[in-house]
């Protein structure tokens, strides 16, 4: 079998180390990394895993040689890393060049701006979706969207973060050093607050649902504190099925390269096999003001998906300048965000692309 080529876009990261510590053991060559800030962390993953091509996607220049790079090479494999929207941009190129390709996407913020467009496009260019968040690949890995006719409900399942489990925590109270201190998962700073707060349950509801093309109100979510069990979906006999496996994301990111690579983990997942590992309760804590959003939430087309995703991000940025308070991000997405009758659909990425710059700014001015 032919070696694959093989793409990171936004290397530096968590999930770019885990990815790349494990093809640097494995000699498993990397042809092409991007990234936005960490510099010099590039260039040390550049020279350690000798790797032809790396560029910056802050750096004009070098953001046009790598679309020069998307659009002469021939990929088989695309790890999307990084944080936000604007790998539309590069994503539309992929799908234009490439098919048979593994679309391999942790950027949860892409797959909800592309929203269907992108799902859509990906399966008419004979590409292949890879989710990476173990939610959603543990739902990959059932099969689902060949057994939809007889699914009642999936559940996707969060950990509790760091203060579900902790019922003296007052949240008006918390710090970021608390907010950022995730007992299960290592992220990034926005994922951590997302996480903390659950927002990032309605963001994988919605990212869910079209992926999959199941309806929004057949998923919700559960609380699963050892963060053992990913998902779970209800049969309409009544019958369940459990998606477990330990908490490691490079389970997830090493899925694209068991096409081309005989892998094996070693992974232990006989700790799983404690019933305490398995419980699972109903989110059922009125510290956090989630469920005020949600009821909204299920009414939002694809922009007021969009319109949500901004404000998050606009609440986040000013939680971390300390202009919001940390127990003040979901109120103020809520009071901002407008369930507004209109045509969702868009016809290219640019149009996704121009709708959010639009929309950016109108909530930039949001006092």
Not at 45 to 64: A, D, F, M, Q, R
Not at 323 to 334: G, M
């Amino acid at each position: 079998m032919k070696k694959p080529n093989i793409c990171i876009i936004g290397a530096t990261g968590t999930l770019g180390n885990k990815l790349l510590k494990y093809t640097f053991n494995n000699k498993i060559k990397i042809n092409c990394i991007t990234y936005f800030n960490n510099k010099n962390k590039a260039l040390n993953l550049k020279k350690k895993n000798n790797i032809n091509n790396c560029y910056s996607l802050k750096n004009e220049h070098e953001k046009n040689d790598f679309i020069k790079y998307l659009k002469l090479n021939k990929l088989d494999i695309i790890y999307f890393l990084d944080f936000g929207i604007e790998s539309l941009l590069y994503v539309d190129i992929i799908l234009s060049k490439n098919k048979g390709s593994y679309i391999a996407i942790a950027n949860k913020e892409m797959i909800i701006a592309g929203g269907p467009f992108l799902i859509d496009k990906i399966e008419k260019t004979k590409n292949i979706l890879i989710p990476l968040d173990s939610e959603h690949y543990s739902l990959f890995n059932s099969n689902i969207k060949n057994n939809k006719d007889n699914i009642k409900k999936i559940y996707i399942t969060a950990s509790g973060g760091p203060f579900y489990f902790n019922k003296k925590i007052n949240l008006n109270d918390v710090n970021l050093k608390q907010v950022l201190n995730h007992p299960k998962w290592k992220m990034g700073v926005n994922n951590s607050i997302d996480s903390s707060n659950f927002i990032n349950k309605l963001l994988e509801i919605y990212e869910l649902s079209i992926i999959y093309k199941i309806d929004l109100h057949k998923i919700f979510f559960l609380v699963s504190k050892n963060a053992y069990v990913h998902s779970l979906i209800e049969y309409k006999d009544n019958t369940l099925s459990l998606n477990c496996f330990v908490n490691d994301m490079l389970i997830t990111l090493i899925r694209p390269l068991s096409y081309f690579f005989n892998i094996n983990l070693n992974q232990k997942n006989h700790e799983i096999f404690n019933t305490n590992n398995f419980n699972i309760e109903k989110f059922n804590d009125k510290r956090f003001k989630i469920n005020s959003l949600f009821s909204k939430f299920t009414k939002l087309n694809h922009k007021g998906i969009l319109r949500l995703v901004l404000l998050n991000n606009i609440a986040q940025k000013r939680y971390l300048n300390r202009s919001l308070t940390y127990n003040n991000i979901i109120p103020f997405i809520n009071k901002n965000l407008k369930i507004i009758k209109e045509v969702s659909s868009f016809k290219s990425f640019n149009d996704i692309l121009n709708f959010v710059k639009k929309l950016k700014l109108e909530y930039e001015k949001i006092k």
